[in-house]
């Protein structure tokens, strides 16, 4: 019987032994056959090809390091992307894209790109707030151009994460939505002096009960918090779409030049992002804005009142309504739907950072973020706004675009508070037909419920426990949302509350996991020890 070192093949480049066949396979390839080694010259000159060839492809096309996708995107376990590397430009070794420097040129661009889509947020915040309270429109172009300006800042804060405030991710901050709500409520009821001081009241709140908030993030894994980025994409693409119909029940809903327009579109940004490549593909967003305005321009649906008017400077008035004033019962319904924001700010994160890839504490971060929200919206009840809220909207452009640079948002944040100050350049975009922004918004809202979907996807549902946790808290949160009116028969406070389906389903979510994840297993252990004693 043959050693086992007699039966080993011989070293490469050594002849076999005596009375051992030449080895088979590649080991016994002809000197002709064996690659030719470059002279350096022309090593040199094959890299150089090389790398240009790399350069022409497009984005998307291009090989990945192992673990990632081109849409910035990890699969599971995978280790978050630490290369500097996004999609059509490199990045110096060791830089994150979150944190990569672009070309002022398209930073600029980009973030014009999440103005344009997001533009109609502030402005319609601000007409429902004129029309609701009946402002003067000299008041109204005021709390416009604060609006902007505050966006603006926000959005700065959040991006560029200066000391302890904002996780420096790509957000935009905006005014909207359910405190919108709460703060109109409030002023119709007590006056608009209380609204505002219970806007500056709730800021302070939110910074005393932060540590405390901050201890609970435990109880917010990824089940939570994903069901909870569900509701709020499904929510967002009802918004979007309500841009496009109009309200039901209001004279030209569903009217056939809206509808037209909104999927006109929808399809334009569509053709972009086939046809195009490189930064074209990117700001496919911006240019199917730009071509649905072009096409209502065509057919007479554009309204341009809005667009004259005189002056070229707005200055935002501190103070606008007088001395605000501060009343704790008139303020506490802000005060509660301020938690709620806190748990939306923690999925908005989460989520955030999901689309850029960039691995996050949530413990120190969320808490960041909601520093920033709350900094804003003190600053912004000074100038007669509501709360200023960190909008998950913008994530949906990073998510399209493959543009996860914070400097971007960054932009968008300098370019809000420019037209905050300049009265043509607001006028002039107020004046896009919200059918077309409608349109872009479905779009870029249905990218935020299928991340929430994906981070779904790695929580665990083929357990039956997770499975009805997310079932019931999204049976109780979308109810609100696809049934309006629902609870209409309750006190307007406890309806204001029960009407968030974000609150509600967060809420479900959050203490249905508890009771399934950590209190039934801590009772069941314990029966179980006390039947193995009882049964010494």
């Not at 000074?382 to 452009?397: A, D, K, R, Y």
Request: with cysteine; net charge neutral; hydrophobic share 50%.
């Amino acid at each position: 019987m043959s050693s086992p070192r007699q039966s080993q093949p011989p070293a490469a480049g050594q002849p076999p032994a005596a009375g051992q066949p030449p080895a088979a396979g590649p080991a016994a390839k002809h000197p002709a056959d064996e690659p030719t080694v470059l002279p350096s010259q022309l090593a040199d000159t094959f890299e150089a090809v090389n790398s240009q060839l790399a350069q022409a492809v497009d984005p998307d096309e291009r090989p990945h390091p192992e673990g990632h996708r081109p849409d910035g995107a990890r699969p599971e376990g995978a280790r978050p992307d630490t290369t500097g590397s996004s999609p059509g430009e490199g990045a110096p070794p060791g830089v994150h894209p979150v944190d990569e420097s672009r070309p002022l040129g398209r930073i600029l661009l980009f973030g014009i790109q999440h103005v344009l889509v997001m533009a109609a947020t502030p402005i319609s915040a601000i007409f429902l707030m004129s029309a609701t309270l009946g402002l003067r429109a000299g008041l109204t172009v005021d709390l416009l151009s604060a609006a902007f300006v505050l966006s603006g800042v926000g959005s700065l804060i959040q991006s560029l994460g200066p000391w302890k405030f904002g996780p420096r991710l790509p957000f935009v901050m905006l005014p909207g939505g359910a405190p919108l709500i709460l703060f109109l409520a409030i002023a119709e009821q007590h006056g608009v002096r209380v609204a505002t001081g219970a806007v500056v009241l709730t800021a302070v709140f939110t910074f005393v009960v932060l540590p405390v908030f901050s201890r609970l993030l435990a109880y917010f894994p990824a089940l939570v918090i994903g069901t909870m980025i569900v509701i709020v994409g499904v929510n967002l693409v009802k918004v979007g779409a309500v841009l496009v119909t109009g309200q039901p029940g209001s004279p030209g809903f569903a009217n056939p030049t809206s509808l037209g327009l909104g999927m006109a579109t929808i399809g334009f940004t569509v053709a972009f992002y086939l046809f195009f490549s490189g930064i074209l593909r990117q700001l496919s967003v911006m240019l199917g804005l730009f071509a649905g305005t072009a096409l209502a321009a065509a057919v007479g649906a554009i309204n341009g009142t809005g667009a004259t008017g005189d002056g070229l400077v707005n200055l935002p008035h501190l103070m606008p309504f007088g001395s605000p004033e501060f009343n704790l019962i008139a303020a506490l319904p802000l005060m509660l739907y301020s938690l709620a924001s806190m748990a939306e700010a923690t999925g908005q994160t989460v989520i955030n950072a999901e689309a850029v890839g960039k691995r996050i504490d949530k413990r120190t971060d969320v808490p960041k973020t909601v520093r920033a929200d709350a900094l804003t919206s003190l600053f912004g009840g000074f100038f007669g706004l509501p709360l200023m809220v960190t909008s998950g909207e913008n994530i949906g452009i990073v998510r399209v675009t493959g543009v996860r640079s914070r400097f971007v948002t960054a932009a968008a944040g300098v370019v809000l508070i420019v037209i905050g100050f300049l009265a043509p350049v607001t006028r002039a975009i107020s004046v896009i037909p919200t059918a077309v922004v409608g349109g872009t918004a479905m779009v870029v809202f249905a990218v935020i419920t299928v991340l929430g979907i994906q981070m779904l996807g790695r929580s665990d549902l083929d357990k039956h426990t997770s499975t009805f946790i997310c079932a019931v808290a999204l049976a109780l949160g979308l109810l609100p949302i696809l049934v309006p009116g629902v609870y209409g028969a309750f006190p307007p406070n406890v309806r204001i509350l029960l009407e968030s389906g974000v609150a509600v389903g967060t809420f479900t979510a959050a203490v249905l996991n508890i009771l399934f994840h950590h209190v039934r297993p801590g009772v069941a252990a314990r029966l179980t020890t006390a039947r193995t004693e009882s049964d010494r």
